[in-house]
């Protein structure tokens, strides 16, 4: 058996997972054939570059909040000062909302749930940036391979956000000793649900998680060049405190 720490540990990040999801599993199972109409498709891609991306931005910032209410309820994290706490979700939040977004997504016609219903990248054509649609598809795409549970991806997502190598962290040893009882935990899942082979695959999607954010900052910094009184004015704060 293991610690009590551990399951203890293993429980709550499970629980915090469940109740700063957004939406449920069920909920977006239930909505999976929704899908946009032409007409729909039109309007979206008939909106201009900075209405889409001010669109996507208000989105993308819900997505980040419930995972910052996630991070908050993660045992520890709040014990680590403030400067750490925000140098982790600055670095690690949209990683986490991308593994999430791996939820929401329908890898048999490669639709991701946007705005209520099911839509492909066609409709975000607006954006400008189809190199990181395609990128951010196929990351959903090779995450629905994994067939995770809830609570592997309640684990693997805490353990994507205590990354003790982000840069400028004051505290480094707390978040090293942190992640190391997450491993137990996710350790003691995967070996519980008999898929010690995960484990290996988890760790290799992290590096891809950070290209993928690069390239969604990367796409920012070319839009706000482009737009600069849209993100100045109408972004939301917290997308431009994380992203800019
Ligand atoms: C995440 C928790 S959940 O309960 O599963 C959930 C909860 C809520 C939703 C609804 C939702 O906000 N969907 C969004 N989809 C996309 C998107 C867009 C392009 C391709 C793929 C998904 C959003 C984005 O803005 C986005 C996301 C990742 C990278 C880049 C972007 C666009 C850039 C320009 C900001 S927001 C979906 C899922």
Redesign the pocket.
């Known amino acids: 058996g293991s610690t009590p720490v551990s399951q203890e540990l293993c429980g709550s990040i499970v629980r915090s997972h469940r109740d700063t999801?957004?939406?449920r599993l069920e909920e977006?199972q239930a909505l999976r054939w929704k899908l946009f109409s032409r007409e729909e498709i039109h309007a979206y891609q008939s909106k201009s570059v900075d209405e889409m991306?001010q669109h996507?931005?208000m989105?993308?910032t819900?997505?980040v909040q419930?995972v910052v209410e996630f991070a908050k309820r993660i045992p520890g994290f709040r014990g680590l000062g403030q400067n750490d706490q925000i140098t982790l979700l600055k670095t690690g939040s949209m990683e986490v909302?991308?593994v999430?977004?791996s939820?929401?997504f329908n890898t048999e016609n490669s639709t991701?749930?946007?705005?209520g219903k099911f839509a492909s990248?066609e409709l975000?054509k607006s954006?400008g940036?189809g190199d990181?649609?395609v990128a951010?598809?196929d990351f959903?795409h090779s995450m629905c391979a994994l067939r995770l549970t809830e609570q592997q991806m309640a684990l693997f997502s805490s353990l994507v956000l205590i990354n003790p190598d982000r840069p400028c962290l004051e505290d480094r040893g707390r978040a090293h000793r942190m992640r190391r009882d997450l491993e137990v935990c996710l350790k003691h899942m995967l070996h519980r649900d008999n898929q010690e082979s995960l484990l290996h695959k988890l760790y290799q999607k992290v590096p891809v998680l950070r290209s993928l954010c690069s390239l969604?900052v990367e796409?920012?910094h070319w839009f706000s060049q482009r737009y600069p009184l849209t993100v100045h004015s109408v972004f939301p704060p917290l997308y431009k405190e994380l992203f800019t």
């Open positions: 999801s957004q939406f977006l991306w996507c931005a989105r993308l819900e997505a419930y909302v991308l999430r977004m939820r929401c991701v749930f946007f705005d990248t975000f954006l940036c990181l649609m951010v598809f959903a969604h796409k920012l």
